[in-house]
């Protein structure tokens, strides 16, 4: 299995040479998620971003895994995802949004409290809120790249996190540091993100599944020479 440093240069590499695709994916999923951010109520965007923004992601996680698989890179590729897998997308961006809603809420209502109680209680909704989303950094790619039930990848991606805790910590860290990175200039969110998010995304559980595989084939091996 490879190590993470040894794939943020063969993701920076692929992004490199294909600049002008992950502009095209990042500006159409941009191009939607903008105007729900921005000209509705936080509430109505909690609902519109999974239903709508959400599928388009998927498409960009699609069209990345045939692009890191080695194929060429097309724009309908986004949009045949999108279609593609809309529902298990959907389904799980209304639950990346009823976790961020709880996370609100939790320090909207224990925000207004006093006491060392209540603030305990905030942070460690925080964390559990936290370690969901770390556990969540496999379910798009194994939906896009598996065809996994939806549920079913929420709890594989939890199962493969359990089994490599540093390696997925280390790697939803590294995608952080990149958002928060693009994120501080809106064009080069708006114009990189997605794209790059997706490939690395994928590279990353392509090799924690290759080397599952690889470690199974070893022990078959041995159990079948001895």
């Known amino acids: 299995m490879r190590s993470l440093s040894q ?5 920076g590499g692929l992004v490199y040479r294909e600049m002008i695709a992950i502009f095209l994916f990042s500006a159409v999923s941009s191009a939607v998620l ?3 951010v921005f000209l509705f109520s936080a509430g109505t965007a909690l609902l519109l971003v999974p239903v709508v923004y959400a599928p388009l992601l998927a498409g960009v996680f699609y069209a990345a895994h045939r692009m890191v698989a080695g194929e060429r890179p097309r724009l309908k590729d986004v949009f045949a995802g999108a279609v593609r ?3 298990p997308s959907a389904v799980f961006g ?4 009823l976790f961020v809603l709880i996370l609100a809420s939790t320090w909207w209502y224990y925000g207004q409290k006093d006491g060392m109680l209540h603030w305990a209680l905030a942070i460690f909704q925080t964390y559990f809120v936290t370690m969901f989303f770390v556990s969540q950094l496999y379910t ?3 939906i896009v790249q598996e065809n996994e039930p939806v549920f079913r990848a929420v709890g594989r991606s939890v199962k493969l996190t359990v089994t490599h805790p540093g390696y997925t910590i280390g790697a939803f860290l590294q995608l952080l540091c990149v958002t928060v990175l693009l994120g501080l200039t809106v064009v080069g969110f708006a114009f ?6 997706a490939v ?5 559980a392509r090799n924690v599944l290759a080397g599952r595989e690889e470690k199974a084939e070893n022990q078959g091996g041995k ?3 001895a």
Do not use: H, R
Request: with cysteine.
């Open 200 to 204: 690395y995304s994928n590279m990353v």
């Open 7 to 11: 794939l943020i240069v063969q993701a």
């Open 85 to 87: 897998f809309f529902i």
């Open 34 to 36: 903008m105007p729900l």
């Open 223 to 225: 159990t079948w020479g």
């Open 94 to 97: 209304l639950l990346c949004s």
């Open 192 to 197: 990189l993100f997605a794209g790059m998010a």
């Open 140 to 142: 798009l790619p194994l």
